[in-house]
Structures are given as C-alpha cells and as structure tokens.
Nanobody, 124 residues
C-alpha cells in the first residue's frame, strides 16, 4: 500500500483544514487507517483512526474538533480539522495497517504503511 497525504498548510488559530490520504495498491477497505502527528522535538503521537468497518477512535486532544472519514470506493481518508490551535502544529502522517484492534489502534509501531507527511502550521 502506498499512501500520499495532501492538504497541509498555514492557517490561523480557529481556522480549518482538511487533510486527505490517498492509497494505492492492495484492497484499501481491509485496512485500518490512522493519522499521527509529530511536532518539532516531540514524539509522534496518535490523532485519530478509522477501522475497516468505519468505527473511529480519537485522541482526547482533538475530540470534538477533528473528524475522520473514509471513502473506500475512492481509496481515500479525509481528516477535517476545525478550531485549530497553535499546539496542533505538526507534520501529519497517514498510516495503514491490518494488525490492530480497537485497544491497540493508537500504537504507531503496529502500522505497516506510512505516507510522507504533510505540514500543518497554525499561527496564533
């Protein structure tokens, strides 16, 4: 599976962005897809994920502000980010795996495929 993210950019605090992750290769619908982010000097952290059946898991820090959705027919996952804060500034990565269950979906080491990342910068 190859993953390509797009949609990052510079936005003011309180603004919105939508990131997209397009997959090619194997049957996309069989994969759980997660978004992770990494800010300068910090470890990569879980943001949100959607399983093959559509169930979602959000990090507490983004709950109520971010929404993940998937379109298996188009091999695409979108991340709508509202009410952005400066602390949301990071490189956002899309990742895919078949190896997770709900309790492990936040673990980046269980994701087998990663995109190159897209930078989101939120100015105050």
């Amino acid at each position: 599976v190859q993953l390509v993210e797009s949609g990052g950019g510079l936005v003011q605090a309180g603004g919105s962005l939508t990131l997209s992750c397009i997959a090619s290769g194997r049957t996309f619908s069989r994969y759980a897809v997660g978004w992770f982010r990494q800010a300068p000097g910090k470890e990569r952290e879980f943001v949100v994920a959607v399983k093959w059946g559509g169930s979602t898991t959000y990090a507490n820090s983004v709950k109520g502000r971010f929404t993940i959705s998937r379109d298996n027919a188009k091999n695409t996952v979108h991340l709508r980010m509202n009410s952005l804060k400066p602390e949301d500034t990071a490189v956002y990565y899309c990742a895919a795996t078949t190896r997770v269950i709900t309790s492990t979906i936040t673990i980046p080491g269980l994701y087998d495929y990663w995109g190159q990342g897209t930078l989101v910068t939120v100015s105050s």
